[in-house]
């Protein structure tokens, strides 16, 4: 199916983290099908102009602040038929070992704040009686990876609010599609913040040895997965079926090798492989 069909179906679209990654890649393939997209990023000046693309300043920190900047931004718009919540960012550390308040923020805008756009965004999509919610969730929902307990946490959450709001939504015009990328050559590896960790952790050198095993096999993960127009043309797929569900996207192994083991296999199995995996 042509890209350009989108548009029949849809007319404006709102995408946080829109600059780089898999949120620019979003936000190209939707201009590409016809679709007005407003983009969001931290700093607008990161957005690359194009017609029939509007930069947004949004900072996902401040709740309130977000949801107004979204409300006024769905005012221009006329309304969003699709809205991508992409924003986020990783933390790799151990868990135990790490000030909380680095977890307490990645909670707090990676899960509160994208629920609470969420809600403004389908208060609208339901008055309209039409819509796609597209919560980007991660593999990493169920396959956790190590030291990046609260990332996993984070993702496992948007996936049981996307379920449940499927269910709630059936019948109403609107939809909700799970969207849970593997790796992709984002450069995500470059900006995941590495805190500080404490002295009791540096005085262990055994599990100083298992992070950097865990840290290097990351790295060459995200280094040699699909290209981000891989995950947008998933995307784009989905919103042209226009049914709720859960997507997967990625390499082989994770779109749908992963899922058949979480699905058949044991917990004690899914555990075993990526202890493997992971070196540890």
């Known amino acids: 199916m042509s890209a350009a069909?989108?548009?029949?179906?849809?007319r404006t679209a709102f995408?946080?983290?829109?600059?780089?990654?898999l949120g620019l890649a979003f936000a190209d393939m939707l201009l590409a099908g016809g679709v007005e997209v407003w983009g969001t990023a931290r700093d607008p000046a990161r957005l690359r102009p194009r017609d029939g693309f509007h930069a947004v300043a949004l900072e996902l920190s401040d709740g309130a602040v977000a949801e107004r900047i979204f409300l006024d931004a769905e005012r221009a718009a006329g309304g969003f038929d699709i809205v991508i919540n992409n924003a986020g960012f990783g933390a790799f550390g151990a868990f135990a070992h790490t000030e909380f308040s680095v977890w307490e923020e990645q909670l707090r805008l990676m899960l509160v704040n994208t629920a609470r756009l969420s809600h403004a965004?389908?208060?609208?999509?339901?008055?309209?009686?039409?819509?796609?919610?597209?919560?980007?969730?991660?593999i990493?929902?169920?396959?956790?990876?190590p030291y990046q307990a609260v990332y996993n946490t984070t993702k496992a959450g948007l996936?049981?609010?996307?379920?449940?709001?499927m269910y709630e939504l059936q019948g109403t015009g609107v939809i909700v599609l799970d969207f849970r990328p593997g790796d992709y050559?984002?450069?995500?590896?470059g900006s995941v913040r590495r805190p500080v960790q404490d002295a009791a952790l540096a005085a262990d050198a055994v599990n100083t040895a298992r992070m950097a095993r865990v840290w290097a096999t990351f790295v060459a993960m995200m280094r040699t997965g699909p290209a981000p127009a891989h995950a947008a043309a998933t995307l784009q797929r989905a919103l042209l079926r226009g049914r709720s569900g859960t997507v997967r996207s990625g390499r082989f192994f994770q779109a749908v090798l992963g899922p058949f083991l979480a699905r058949f296999g044991s917990l004690a199995l899914r555990r075993?492989?990526?202890?493997k995996y992971f070196g540890l």
């Open 140 to 145: 990493a929902g169920e396959f956790g990876m």
């Open 272 to 275: 075993k492989v990526q202890e």
């Open 121 to 138: 965004a389908l208060r609208g999509m339901l008055a309209r009686r039409r819509g796609a919610l597209v919560n980007i969730s991660s």
């Open 185 to 189: 050559r984002t450069d995500f590896e």
């Open 159 to 165: 996936s049981a609010l996307n379920e449940s709001l």
């Open 15 to 21: 995408v946080t983290g829109a600059s780089t990654g």
């Open 5 to 10: 069909v989108l548009s029949a179906q849809y």
